[in-house]
């Protein structure tokens, strides 16, 4: 069993910067392939980035890519997500997953959830 934690979120003008955090615990966190998710109100679950158990490759939806980075910290069990460059369409419920198997960017493969940081985006 995984739990996970984001922290990060908040109010920022569009241009700006924040840092996402997931801190996980339970069962050895090194060992999951780590993604984050987000949802915005009315739409689907959408990819984000993905990062891979050993850190060595990571993956990024088109609509971030250049502007996200997603990194990982072993030592202290946590996955992060920069996001510079922000837009109001960015603007969502950002979520971290565990995937026990394989780092993917389909949702419905993750097995663990953590329960969501909101980020807003003003214009």
């Known amino acids: 069993q995984v739990q996970l934690v984001e922290s990060g979120g908040g109010l920022v003008q569009a241009g700006g910067s924040l840092r996402l955090s997931c801190a996980a615990s339970?069962?050895?966190?090194?060992?999951?392939?780590m993604g984050w998710f987000r949802q915005a109100p009315g739409k689907e679950r959408e990819f984000v980035a993905a990062?891979?158990?050993?850190?060595?490759?990571?993956y990024y939806a088109d609509s971030v890519k250049g502007r996200f980075t997603i990194s990982g910290d072993n030592a202290k069990n946590t996955v992060y997500l920069q996001m510079n460059s922000l837009k109001p369409e960015d603007t969502a419920d950002y979520y971290c997953?565990?995937?026990?198997?394989?780092?993917?960017?389909?949702?419905?493969?993750?097995?663990?959830w953590g329960q969501g940081t909101q980020v807003t985006v003003s214009s």
């Open positions: 997953a565990a995937d026990q198997l394989r780092v993917s960017n389909r949702w419905y493969e993750y097995d663990y």
């Open positions: 339970g069962r050895t966190f090194s060992s999951y392939a």
């Open positions: 990062i891979s158990w050993s850190g060595s490759s990571t």
